[in-house]
């Protein structure tokens, strides 16, 4: 049915968008450059554009580059996308992970151009836990990303 082949679609354009974190690091401006359109077009399905920042964000973005995405948020019109894109800053601006030092650097920065959407549960949604020993060198980070719909307090998607 028609409903049945927008969904399927819409899966396959995001596991198409996922497909690419295999070369976001080899080739990040090209990603970058192919998803950024996809992250601002409010035409696409908020998966496909939270997946599409998501990947981005995983390219190893230049500071430039996430000051750009967070000043996207101020005309952003979809409350999941923003609530998404100001929840992942917010919890990579607050990593300790040795990993996430530039990145962390990065989002303090962008978060100051940013829009706040603390919206609740309901909205999409990123959070990192973590846990650090600073004298072993030691530490553990556990993502939970949500992707949420209008339509139900339950997620769509999330992965940890």
Not at 106 to 127: E, M, N, T, V
Request: charged share 25%.
């Amino acid at each position: 049915s028609g409903k049945d082949s927008a969904t399927t679609s819409t899966e396959i354009r995001i596991q198409a968008i996922y497909a690419l974190r295999r070369v976001a690091i080899k080739l990040p401006h090209k990603v970058r450059n192919c998803l950024y359109p996809v992250f601002k077009n409010p035409e696409r399905s908020v998966e496909e554009r939270i997946a599409a920042f998501i990947v981005m964000m995983e390219s190893e973005p230049q500071a430039s580059f996430v000051e750009l995405l967070a000043q996207s948020t101020q005309r952003e019109t979809s409350n999941q996308v923003g609530g998404f894109v100001y929840t992942h800053m917010k919890s990579l601006a607050e990593s300790k992970m040795p990993r996430d030092r530039e990145i962390s650097k990065a989002c303090q920065k962008a978060l100051r151009l940013c829009k706040p959407f603390d919206l609740g549960i309901q909205y999409s949604h990123s959070s990192k836990w973590q846990a650090m020993d600073d004298s072993l060198e030691v530490g553990a980070s556990v993502d939970l990303q949500t992707v949420s719909d209008k339509r139900s307090v339950l997620p769509r998607a999330a992965t940890a």
